[in-house]
């Protein structure tokens, strides 16, 4: 199955350049050779092709992502076309040459509007060349350029081996797959904020904040007035806060999250009765499953002198934030922060500081003390 493009124009010229590969992902190296042929030609169609279990398929990238993702990427060069060839239905590589070779041209002509261009298809691989000479059109309208891979020494095996190392090569809108996500979680008064922010700036990693903070200073309105509709806005709000993070040009390969639907999903619980709470499962379901997150933090709520209520609602709040993460199959990805701190850190903050840096670590890979 084949989709094209659905937000540009064909492309017009007589000349016309073809890029094509599985590009998962598409690095600066695949980026040079599009812009060099986008400035040989009139325009250029990029091609991502794959199967079902390929190379970008086995690390969350299938074809159909990488399409979307291209298509983001190249939305502002009108001279820049992308598609996609799912070859689930046609003999793979090796073997499927003829077949594959006959839905490229497919696939090019319907992103063209001159019958009659000239088509330059620019590969990386010899034999890939030699085959496609073969294949192509014996029209005069085909030529096969061999691109100069040694100037850029990058590659997309090396990506996918080590993104966080290979960060800078990667192109920005697929960084955000590679991005790792570390939630920090607690109760009020266990400083989670601040931990995020230090953990945070500790590596220049962009950090959200906490969106119900915002929106209730915002609205004016204590934990106990929120009501169904607040919650809704607020899953949201938090979404889109980790989410511009994680989109940022400041995105370093770490993002760090105060807060998620998680999190609010437990305050629910503690405020809300359970018709209501309820009522938004089915947001809170497609939230958590978006989230993708690599690690989570917990403070354990007795690390602040509080009075009795206030000590109350904290384990109240970290016994449903635990049944949440239990129900979404969290667990093994969530580590508590219970190193104790001494006589001139009696609540343990820099001593949790000290411990998430060793987490991330040994969980994450990235020694946070070096960066």
Same mark, same amino acid.
């Not at 266990?190 to 915002?218: C, D, H, I, M, W």
């Given at each position: 199955?084949?989709?094209?493009?659905?937000?540009?124009?064909?492309?017009?010229?007589?000349?016309?350049?073809?890029?094509?590969?599985?590009?998962?992902?598409?690095?600066?190296?695949?980026?040079?050779?599009?812009?060099?042929?986008?400035?040989?030609?009139?325009?250029?169609?990029?091609?991502?092709?794959?199967?079902?279990?390929?190379?970008? $398929?086995?690390?969350?990238?299938?074809?159909?992502?990488?399409?979307?993702?291209?298509?983001?990427?190249?939305?502002?060069?009108?001279?820049?076309?992308?598609?996609?060839?799912?070859?689930?239905?046609?003999?793979?590589? =090796?073997?499927?040459?003829?077949?594959?070779?006959?839905?490229?041209?497919?696939?090019?002509?319907?992103?063209?509007?001159? =019958?009659?261009?000239?088509?330059?298809?620019?590969?990386?691989?010899? $034999?890939?060349?030699?085959?496609?000479?073969?294949?192509?059109?014996?029209?005069?309208?085909?030529?096969?350029?061999?691109?100069?891979?040694?100037?850029?020494?990058?590659?997309?095996?090396?990506?996918?081996?080590?993104?966080?190392?290979?960060?800078?090569?990667?192109?920005?809108?697929?960084?955000?797959?590679?991005?790792?996500?570390?939630?920090?979680?607690?109760?009020?008064?266990?400083?989670?904020?601040?931990?995020?922010?230090?953990?945070?700036?500790?590596?220049?990693? =962009?950090?959200?904040?906490?969106?119900?903070?915002?929106?209730?200073?915002?609205?004016?309105?204590?934990?106990?007035?929120?009501?169904?509709? +607040?919650?809704?806005?607020?899953?949201?709000?938090?979404? +889109?806060?980790?989410?511009?993070?994680?989109?940022?040009?400041?995105?370093?390969?770490?993002?760090?999250?105060?807060?998620?639907?998680?999190?609010?999903?437990?305050?629910?619980?503690?405020?809300? $009765?359970?018709?209501?709470?309820?009522?938004?499962?089915?947001?809170?379901?497609?939230?958590?499953?978006?989230?993708?997150?690599?690690?989570?933090?917990?403070?354990?709520?007795?690390?602040?002198?509080?009075?009795?209520?206030?000590?109350?609602?904290?384990?109240?709040?970290?016994?449903?934030?635990?049944?949440?993460?239990?129900?979404?199959?969290?667990?093994?990805?969530?580590?508590?922060?219970?190193?104790?701190?001494?006589?001139?850190? =009696?609540?343990?903050?820099?001593?949790?500081?000290?411990?998430?840096?060793?987490?991330?670590?040994?969980?994450?890979?990235?020694?946070?003390?070096?960066?």
């Amino acid at each position: 199955m084949v989709k094209a493009n659905l937000v540009k124009e064909n492309l017009t010229g007589d000349h016309i350049g073809v890029f094509f590969g599985t590009l998962a992902p598409m690095h600066i190296g695949h980026q040079a050779e599009i812009y060099k042929a986008a400035a040989l030609n009139d325009g250029v169609v990029v091609i991502t092709s794959g199967y079902t279990g390929d190379r970008g $398929d086995q690390i969350g990238l299938p074809v159909e992502k990488r399409f979307r993702y291209l298509r983001e990427a190249f939305n502002d060069e009108s001279a820049i076309k992308v598609d996609y060839i799912n070859e689930d239905d046609i003999p793979q590589m =090796p073997n499927g040459w003829q077949e594959w070779t006959a839905r490229l041209t497919s696939t090019i002509r319907r992103n063209i509007t001159n =019958p009659n261009a000239h088509i330059t298809l620019y590969t990386g691989e010899a $034999d890939y060349k030699e085959m496609l000479e073969k294949l192509l059109p014996d029209d005069g309208h085909w030529s096969v350029s061999l691109m100069d891979r040694t100037i850029l020494k990058v590659s997309a095996t090396a990506v996918r081996k080590d993104p966080l190392g290979n960060w800078d090569y990667i192109n920005r809108v697929f960084r955000r797959h590679f991005a790792k996500k570390i939630l920090v979680v607690g109760a009020p008064k266990t400083g989670k904020s601040t931990l995020t922010r230090r953990l945070a700036r500790t590596s220049n990693s =962009p950090f959200s904040v906490e969106f119900s903070r915002t929106y209730q200073e915002k609205s004016n309105v204590f934990d106990s007035e929120l009501l169904l509709k +607040d919650y809704s806005r607020i899953i949201q709000g938090q979404y +889109d806060a980790n989410s511009a993070e994680i989109n940022s040009p400041a995105n370093n390969g770490l993002t760090f999250f105060d807060t998620d639907a998680m999190v609010t999903m437990a305050e629910t619980r503690l405020w809300l $009765d359970q018709e209501e709470a309820n009522k938004l499962k089915a947001l809170f379901d497609t939230t958590i499953a978006e989230e993708e997150l690599d690690l989570i933090l917990v403070i354990p709520p007795m690390v602040a002198v509080q009075n009795g209520a206030d000590k109350r609602r904290s384990l109240a709040f970290d016994q449903n934030l635990w049944q949440v993460l239990k129900e979404y199959g969290f667990l093994d990805k969530t580590v508590l922060l219970d190193r104790k701190g001494d006589k001139d850190d =009696p609540f343990g903050y820099y001593a949790r500081y000290l411990q998430a840096l060793e987490i991330i670590e040994k969980r994450v890979g990235v020694n946070l003390t070096k960066v």
